[in-house]
């Protein structure tokens, strides 16, 4: 299925940061666009565009100030997802200026269990985890 139709929807998230701390919200995607309502954190909200095989993002640089919206990419983005995916992408986050300083995503979808895992992993060592599960 192309990329757009396979995110498009409702999923639960729960995000675990370096350092345990573990937050959880439901996530409505659109065509371009994103929502976020995390528990007790209030809503995030962004947009998104699959160009050639880089996912652009407008997303919060920082949780404490989720109305200020930076640029951040993923590349080798498939156009088209079928099966099980088992993904390692260069990773742009907000605030920087490319994937030249080795971040990665490390993306992983079973599709029986409609759960898609996102390892956030930096240079460091330092690892975010996030775990989307299908809603719609």
Not at 10 to 23: H, Q, R
Request: with cysteine; net charge negative.
């Amino acid at each position: 299925m192309a990329f757009a139709a396979f995110i498009r929807g409702k999923w639960k998230i729960e995000s675990t940061t370096p350092g345990g701390d573990t937050g959880t919200g439901t996530a409505t995607i659109d065509d371009g666009t994103w929502f976020i309502d995390w528990s007790g954190q209030g809503m995030w909200s962004g947009t998104w565009s699959l160009q050639g095989d880089r996912l652009a993002l407008r997303v919060p640089e920082r949780a404490s100030s989720p109305d200020e919206l930076a640029d951040a990419a993923a590349t080798n983005v498939p156009a088209i997802v079928s099966g099980p995916v088992d993904l390692f992408l260069p990773w742009q986050p907000p605030g920087h200026s490319g994937t030249g300083d080795g971040q990665k995503l490390e993306v992983a979808y079973d599709k029986n269990g409609g759960v898609l895992r996102v390892r956030h992993l930096e240079v460091s060592g330092s690892m975010t985890i996030h775990n989307c599960t299908r809603l719609t």
